[in-house]
């Protein structure tokens, strides 16, 4: 097939031609010769026939005497038969059942006088013998192809006397990172500097799936040296990953050198992210190019090497568990790409809801949060919030089952609470998807989450949240949990090198925001219109931000000058903190949440002197009575 730059080949298409493809270039398993002892996991490349039988001799199954079973006839409680010392032997279980004897008896049911045994109840034939082969009989089939070792299988192919077993070996998957900006990990990067540690990734889900992962040297973007690197690896291994450079940018040659050293079946899929992935091979050795961004990587993988190895291993992963879910946020999507949305799950009442994470395709924490996989087909727009949607889950239904749903607004305690929560609770668990104060009310009002962060201030009278959940609960149905006061104010740089005085300086200042609808920005809002700001003025006003720690860590980038947040942040990034106010943080309960054990679970959590602990070593808290309840609506 000729190669065209960036197709767009549905992933569906590429999935059934690419393995065909290659089986045309070669690509098979290989296998190897392993010590059964040593061979747990792997996987039979061929069927296992047993050599021996188990046992291979009439063996003696308990401690006792052997005794042949007509001496013993008529023996009973009132008629003993006493046994003379030449007509049994004393043995023990495993023993050869010794020549003339055709029972055992055991050694409790046995009375002794001096040297003489008496017994009152008769021995019937093959009592207590392990005949020939009764476990295994020597040219039975022990394991067929194709299947995965365990602990039961090996003690069965040594009793039946095998002790070297054909299995698929692990393929070795070669990995070349690449990228002029690309450096080894580090704790101290230099700006500019990309981290390596998609290898890492890569490499671990690789063993994962039964292969040996192989990581080379990081590359630069050169031709030649690329060249060099992939007809390297693909003569060492047995399929290789190139890892970056697959796009369409004025250094990306990815695709110019598999097609220079091989073929390439295809460049671009149909997929988001993950679009400029390349389909090829050297020989029978398949390459498989992947995009820089970690994300896609993963995708990538998932979709196209993964299969690849487990047709090497033989060993197929079951396919993911999929669910019903009712989606909390709308989601848009384009018509030309299948995509594939991270999101966060959890159990709310008698339906499990969905949140979408951040998308962006180099956004790895995203899968570190997922709960589970939104698959969009292409073709479609988006969904809409409330729609039911298919999810594959990435975590045991019964997980989700004990995950508490939090959602409103962000704060790091909410981190420290869920860490408590699990260590004290271990089977219960806690999700915080930051949609701010507002989302999180609208959340509860949809039956859509156990609880909401909130911190809406009231520009009347000064008050926290009591008069939104007024307005949004009319009828009631929420509890209102005081959890801490702190500290709101503006950050700045180390040293505060601008000299900035308070909120109203921002008005000549580059300015990072939060979402509109979080408790943040309707503060910042108030205080615009207190010192007399027109936002439209202030530079970066409208650059959002969804946590207190991102706008900490703009700032202590350079990329901005100031944005209001929580002092622990500003800790958090060694930033200048000027104090605004101190407010209220509640956690809202909705009633058809609030007495069920893992709600009780977590207020038990605020109310602890560990909670209190760990809010004192952030800072920036004041603590009165957390888990107290101040009002119920």
């Known amino acids: 097939m000729p190669f065209t730059y960036l197709t767009n080949l549905p992933l569906e298409q590429a999935e059934e031609r690419y393995p065909a493809w290659l089986a045309e270039g070669g690509f098979q398993p290989k296998t190897e010769t392993v010590p059964v002892a040593q061979s747990a996991g792997r996987v039979t490349a061929r069927a296992v026939y047993a050599t021996l039988c188990a046992p291979h001799y009439p063996a003696c199954a308990m401690d006792g005497i052997a005794v042949a079973a007509a001496d013993t006839f008529g023996a009973t409680e009132t008629t003993p038969v006493t046994l003379e010392p030449h007509q049994f032997t004393v043995v023990d279980t495993g023993d050869p059942l010794p020549e003339g004897e055709d029972a055992v008896v055991m050694i409790e049911d046995v009375l002794w006088e001096g040297e003489k045994a008496v017994l009152h109840e008769a021995a019937a034939p093959w009592q207590h013998i392990r005949q020939i082969g009764e476990d295994v009989c020597a040219g039975e089939m022990l394991l067929p192809t194709h299947t995965s070792i365990t602990p039961a299988a090996i003690g069965a192919m040594i009793a039946g006397g095998v002790l070297a077993v054909e299995v698929f070996t692990r393929p070795v998957v070669g990995i070349i990172p690449t990228g002029d900006e690309v450096v080894p990990p580090t704790d101290h990067p230099q700006p500019g500097d990309v981290l390596e540690f998609n290898s890492s990734i890569f490499s671990a889900m690789i063993v994962e799936w039964g292969g040996t992962a192989r990581t080379y040297p990081i590359v630069k973007d050169n031709k030649a040296d690329l060249t060099d690197a992939l007809t390297r690896a693909a003569e060492e291994c047995d399929l290789v990953v190139l890892n970056a450079g697959s796009s369409a940018g004025r250094e990306d040659y990815s695709a110019a050198v598999i097609g220079t050293v091989g073929e390439v079946l295809c460049h671009g899929l149909a997929i988001r992210p993950g679009k400029p992935a390349i389909l090829g091979r050297r020989g029978p050795v398949p390459v498989l190019g992947v995009p820089g961004y970690p994300v896609s990587g993963i995708l990538v993988l998932e979709h196209l090497l993964r299969p690849l190895i487990e047709h090497w291993t033989g060993k197929k992963a079951p396919a993911r568990e999929q669910a019903e879910a009712v989606l909390a946020r709308r989601v848009v999507s384009g018509l030309k790409y299948r995509e594939f949305v991270r999101v966060r799950l959890g159990q709310v009442g008698d339906k499990l809801v969905a949140s979408p994470l951040a998308r962006g395709a180099g956004v790895v924490s995203s899968f570190l949060k997922a709960d589970g996989i939104l698959d969009i087909p292409q073709g479609k727009e988006g969904l809409e919030a409330g729609e039911m949607v298919t999810v594959s889950l990435l975590r045991p239904r019964e997980e989700l089952e004990h995950t508490l749903v939090m959602m409103g607004s962000h704060d790091p305690l909410l981190d420290e609470v869920a860490?408590?929560?699990?260590?004290?609770?271990?089977?219960?668990?806690?999700?915080?998807?930051?949609?701010?104060?507002?989302?999180?009310?609208?959340?509860?009002?949809?039956?859509?989450?156990?609880?909401?962060?909130?911190?809406?201030?009231?520009?009347?009278?000064?008050?926290?949240?009591?008069?939104?959940?007024?307005?949004?609960?009319?009828?009631?149905?929420?509890?209102?949990?005081?959890?801490?006061?702190?500290?709101?104010?503006?950050m700045v740089a180390k040293g505060n090198p601008l000299g900035i005085k308070g909120f109203g300086d921002i008005a000549n200042l580059r300015y990072v925001n939060r979402q509109k609808g979080s408790g943040t920005r309707i503060l910042a809002d108030y205080l615009c219109r207190k010192e007399g700001i027109d936002p439209a003025a202030v530079y970066g006003y409208d650059r959002e931000e969804l946590t207190h720690t991102s706008v900490a860590a703009q700032i202590a980038a350079g990329t901005a000058d100031a944005g209001m947040g929580i002092l622990s942040a500003a800790r958090l990034y060694d930033l200048d903190f000027l104090p605004v106010c101190v407010e209220q943080y509640d956690l809202l309960i909705p009633d058809y949440a609030w007495g069920t054990p893992a709600v009780e679970a977590l207020l038990e959590v605020l109310q602890s002197p560990a909670f209190r602990e760990r809010l004192e070593q952030l800072g920036g808290y004041t603590i009165d009575q957390p888990g107290r309840v101040r009002r119920h609506f």
């Open 419 to 490: 860490d408590l929560l699990h260590q004290t609770h271990p089977h219960l668990y806690m999700s915080s998807t930051h949609v701010g104060s507002m989302g999180g009310i609208m959340a509860l009002r949809r039956g859509e989450a156990h609880g909401a962060g909130c911190h809406l201030l009231d520009e009347a009278d000064g008050s926290y949240n009591t008069s939104y959940l007024e307005k949004y609960f009319p009828h009631g149905g929420v509890y209102q949990v005081e959890c801490a006061g702190r500290t709101q104010g503006l």
